[in-house]
Nanobody, 120 residues
Framework: QVQLVESGGGLVTPGGSLRLSCTAS????????MGWYRRAPGNEREWVGD???????KYAESVKGRFTISGDNAKNTVYLQMNSLKPEDTAVYYC??????????????WGQGTQVTVSS
């Protein structure tokens, strides 16, 4: 089975930066897309952005220009570099990967979530 493990969350003051990491392990043939979602208290889960195996990344308008997603296919790892953080970025962040785990089968897998709190 495939497992995604996240790290890097924490408390940061407004204007600060954080970097999240998410590594996949297990039976992995290939990874199609890697991305991030977040859920703030009382809100629905929100797409943050993702990156395709081609290296093309897309972002939600709310984070564009401040957040950067990158991937290391050799390490099965995706990163989320968050700069100029705002209090409204406070949320639990989840990584998501679409992984081919057999020669014929692919599906989405989720990380356990990591808390990011932006507060003075």
């Amino acid at each position: 089975q495939v497992q995604l493990v996240e790290s890097g969350g924490g408390l940061v003051t407004p204007g600060g930066s954080l970097r999240l990491s998410c590594t996949a392990s297990g039976s992995i043939f290939s990874i199609n897309t890697m991305g991030w979602y977040r859920r703030a208290p009382g809100n629905e889960r929100e797409w943050v952005g993702d990156i395709m195996s081609s290296g093309i990344a897309k972002y939600a308008e709310s984070v564009k220009g401040r957040f950067t997603i990158s991937g290391d296919n050799a390490k099965n790892t995706v990163y989320l570099q968050m700069n100029s953080l705002k209090p409204e970025d406070t949320a639990v962040y989840y990584c998501n990967m679409n992984i081919r785990y057999t020669s014929l089968t692919a599906r989405n897998f989720w990380g356990q979530g990591t808390q990011v709190t932006v507060s003075s």
